[in-house]
């Protein structure tokens, strides 16, 4: 048999025998998650503070816990699943789809609210929300002049 610095290979120490080893941040996430339960949902996962002190372990490896134990938490999508006609594919396109609304059926007009309102409105980033914007005045439903603001403009039936 080869032999590699006086050791001998064998099918009991080969590297295709061994188990596949985990993170030591994955293994504590997993015990974490059989403690607090597999039905719980991510925001049940104790803070990376609560961790540390759990597990004495350093904060920023807490931190990777807490990550892996949300990550095991959240509900499985298929990532192939064919995005459906009627349904969005993203946020942006949600919030624009509802300020459109807003707009055709008459229920907002004059200047649009800033960015960072409609964006707290929404519960959504600033960025989402210019993208909702920027796809509104392709539409050609708003108009936005800088630093003066976003204003729809004005329909003719």
Not at 41 to 70: C, M, N, W
Not at 110 to 129: K, M
């Amino acid at each position: 048999m080869p032999t590699t610095t006086g050791l001998t290979m064998t099918a009991s120490n080969a590297p295709e025998a061994r188990p596949a080893l985990r993170p030591y941040y994955q293994l504590l996430a997993d015990d974490l998650v059989s403690r607090i339960g597999s039905s719980a949902s991510p925001d049940e996962v104790p803070t990376a503070g609560e961790i540390s002190k759990r597990y004495l372990i350093p904060h920023p490896t807490a931190q990777f816990v807490r990550r892996a134990a949300r990550t095991q938490l959240r509900s499985p999508r298929s990532r192939y699943a064919p995005p459906s006609a009627t349904v969005p594919q993203f946020t942006w396109q949600v919030v624009a789809g509802q300020l459109r609304a807003q707009i055709l059926g008459g229920g907002m007009e004059g200047r649009l609210p800033n960015r960072p309102t409609l964006a707290v409105e929404y519960r959504v980033s600033v960025d989402t929300v210019s993208k909702a914007v920027q796809q509104l005045e392709r539409e050609g439903l708003v108009i936005s002049s800088g630093r003066h603001g976003t204003y729809v403009l004005e329909r003719t039936p």
